[in-house]
Each structure stands twice: as structure tokens, then as C-alpha cells.
């Protein structure tokens, strides 16, 4: 089936920070989803985008939905400890919720160095 | 925290025995789900459910079966297990009309 293409795989940082990372697809979607997974746990929502160019904030974290439609962006800003772990993009294609399948991008692993 | 309780959280059991796995929920959301997480795939979809007794498979499906008899608990069954079902399973639930999918702590199941 078909997956997100999101990068980078993984990234070494030094607290305090900002971190970018990308999710994209060849294909359209309306919806688009960031989740971040603690080792050991499920995915947590962070943030949700409807509208193509649609600008999202949930405290230091940003999200954009791609003008495009076939990309989207999550950016950290002044990254702290507890920003440890693998970050998740998801995109759905209709606009039929709960029907409509999540596709997930493989994760980005962030690390925090000391 | 969405109320989604799986159990069991870890199982191992051996190769060719049936296993069921349950995932309950307290939101009395419509839609449920069952994923499974293994290294450099991410997150796939095995089975997924609209409702008491509606389910459709998704796109790693074979092996699996679900069951769901009451709104609040769907079931994934592994009618005979096989090594390459050793995987992290994780359900999810989701609300009418929105896309928010929310995610159960995981079961993870090993086959020997």
C-alpha cells in the first residue's frame, strides 16, 4: 500500500533547537495528521490540518498543510527533553471521516544530544 | 487521555495457535481500528470497523480476523499465528466527521 514519504528518518539535535521535518506524496490529501510515539506507547495526536495552506499551532509545534495538498510540515521550535521520540505523519484522501483509511509515513526519530 | 483499553499488553504465544487481541473503548466512537506497527513500515491497517457488526479489511488483512458485537469492543483475531504476525498491534478509535484517529498503548505479541 501505499506510504508517506517523510523525512528526514532521524535527526541529532542539541536542546534548544528548532526542528523541520517533512511529509510527501505523489498523490492528493485533504486531511493531514501529525502524531508523535513515545517508546513503549501509542501514537498521540498533535496537531490536524483541513485546509490546504492552513497554518497550525499547539505550543512551540507548527504544522502546515502544503498548498499543494501533497505535502505537509512540522516544525519545533526550541526543542526541550520530553520532545524525544518518533514523529508521525498520517493523510487522509476523502473527505469521508472514519471511512476513509489513514495512510502513515514511516516516522521521523528525533534525539536529543547532551 | 481517550478511554481505549487493549488487552493483552504483551503476549507470546506459538506458531499455529489462534490468538485474540481486544481493544475497548468508553467514547462511543463509531469507528474503530486495528494497525500494526513493525520496523521501516510504519503504521498499517489490518482491519477497521463503522459500527456493530460492519467492518472492511485494510491493507494487510490476511491472516486477521475482527469481530465487533458491541460498540465499545472490537476484536482481532489470529485464526493461526505465524512468525511474521510478531509485530506491535495498536487500535485505534475515530468520531463521526472528523479525521482524528486516537490510539490505544499497544499490545505487543511475539510468535515462536
Known amino acids: 500500500g501505499q506510504q508517506l514519504n517523510q523525512s528526514p528518518q532521524s535527526m541529532f539535535i542539541q536542546e534548544g533547537e528548532d526542528v523541520s521535518m517533512n511529509c510527501t506524496s505523489s498523490?492528493?490529501?485533504?486531511?493531514w495528521l501529525w502524531y508523535k510515539q513515545d517508546p513503549g506507547e501509542g501514537p498521540v495526536l498533535l496537531i490536524a490540518?483541513?485546509?490546504?495552506?492552513e497554518l497550525t499551532s499547539n505550543g512551540r509545534l507548527t504544522a502546515q498543510f502544503g498548498i499543494t495538498r501533497k505535502d505537509s510540515f512540522l516544525n519545533i521550535s526550541a526543542s526541550i527533553p520530553s520532545d524525544v521520540g518518533i514523529y508521525f505523519c498520517?493523510?487522509?484522501?476523502?473527505?469521508?471521516?472514519?471511512?476513509?483509511?489513514?495512510?502513515f509515513g514511516t516516522g521521523t526519530r528525533l534525539t536529543i544530544i547532551p | 487521555d481517550a478511554g481505549i483499553t487493549q488487552s493483552p499488553r504483551h503476549k507470546v504465544t506459538e506458531t499455529g495457535t489462534p490468538v485474540t487481541l481486544r481493544c475497548h473503548q468508553t467514547?462511543?466512537?463509531?469507528?474503530m481500528y486495528w494497525y500494526r506497527q513493525d520496523p521501516g513500515h510504519g503504521l498499517r491497517l489490518i482491519h477497521y470497523?463503522?459500527?456493530?457488526?460492519?467492518?472492511d479489511k485494510g491493507e494487510v488483512s490476511d491472516g486477521y480476523s475482527v469481530s465487533r458485537s458491541k460498540t465499545e469492543d472490537f476484536l482481532l483475531t489470529l485464526e493461526s499465528a505465524t512468525s511474521s504476525q510478531t509485530s506491535v498491534y495498536f487500535c485505534?478509535?475515530?468520531?463521526?466527521?472528523?479525521?482524528?484517529?486516537?490510539f490505544g498503548q499497544g499490545t505487543r505479541l511475539t510468535v515462536v
Open positions: 498520517a493523510g487522509q484522501k476523502g473527505a469521508n471521516f472514519g471511512n476513509e483509511k489513514l495512510t
Open positions: 490540518l483541513y485546509k490546504a495552506g
Open positions: 498523490s492528493i490529501f485533504n486531511t
Open positions: 470497523s463503522y459500527g456493530v457488526k460492519d467492518t
Open positions: 485505534a478509535i475515530a468520531g463521526t466527521g472528523v479525521a482524528e484517529a486516537f
Open positions: 467514547e462511543n466512537h463509531r469507528y
